[in-house]
Antibody, heavy 116, light 112 residues
Framework: QVQLVQSGAEVKKPGASVKVSCKAS????????ISWVRQAPGQGLEWMGW????????NYAQKLQGRVTMTTDTSTSTAYMELRSLRSDDTAVYYCARGDAGGDYWGQGTLVTVSS | DVVMTQSPLSLPVTLGQPASISCRSS???????????LNWFQQRPGQSPRRLIY???NWDSGVPDRFSGSGSGTDFTLKISRVEAEDVGVYYC?????????FGGGTKVEIK
């Protein structure tokens, strides 16, 4: 069965970077892209960007351009999302999802807390 | 960016009764290929979002048939024919027609 398993919770200081992983199984990794979506505490869903697992092409939300990088490792069927220059308003649960938008399978989420 | 507006914000429903959630987009969601990329998600408390409906009215695997999606252009609706206790949570519409994908603000379904 399709599964996306994400890395564990992180606590970071303002200005630091975080890298969240998303390990896929149960399907051919390179046949689908991976989207990243975040959810601030008590808030709605925000699409962050997408990466093609086939060729590594990316498309990022404009507000995160320059701070976010999405990559994949096809040898381990793992996608990564790195966010730099963290601010307090980056505190959120970060989800990976299979597909370019509106993914059909989602990871369990990774809580990233940014606090001094 | 396309703005997705959901209503109501909160929806108290009696068990066994129907429920309806509206979602309106600021632009038509008909893509050049003729498809309309409007999805509905359910997020139960403490869980990840789960896609229920894709391309307006298509069920994802395992979704009960008491859920249905309809609409066209800029106006869309998610209906639950008979609400069950497990349906409690927040429901989001999301458009994938125009880049970047955007979500509605969510509708919280609760039991009266």
């Amino acid at each position: 069965q399709v599964q996306l398993v994400q890395s564990g919770a992180e606590v970071k200081k303002p200005g630091a970077s975080v890298k969240v992983s998303c390990k896929a199984s149960g399907y051919t990794f390179t046949s689908y892209g991976i989207s990243w979506v975040r959810q601030a505490p008590g808030q709605g869903l925000e699409w962050m960007g997408w990466i093609s697992a086939y060729n590594g092409n990316t498309n990022y939300a404009q507000k995160l351009q320059g701070r976010v990088t999405m990559t994949t490792d096809t040898s381990t069927s793992t996608a990564y999302m790195e966010l730099r220059s963290l601010r307090s308003d980056d505190t959120a649960v970060y989800y990976c999802a299979r597909g370019d938008a509106g993914g059909d399978y989602w990871g369990q989420g990774t809580l990233v807390t940014v606090s001094s | 960016d396309v703005v997705m507006t959901q209503s109501p914000l909160s929806l108290p429903v009696t068990l066994g009764q129907p429920a309806s959630i509206s979602c309106r987009s600021s632009q038509s969601l008909v893509y050049s290929d003729g498809n309309t990329y409007l999805n509905w998600f359910q997020q139960r408390p403490g869980q990840s979002p789960r896609r229920l409906i894709y391309k307006v009215s298509n069920w994802d695997s395992g979704v009960p048939d008491r859920f249905s999606g309809s609409g066209s252009g800029t106006d869309f609706t998610l209906k639950i024919s008979r609400v069950e206790a497990e349906d409690v949570g927040v429901y989001y519409c999301m458009q994938g027609t125009h880049w970047p994908p955007t979500f509605g603000g969510g509708t919280k379904v609760e039991i009266k």
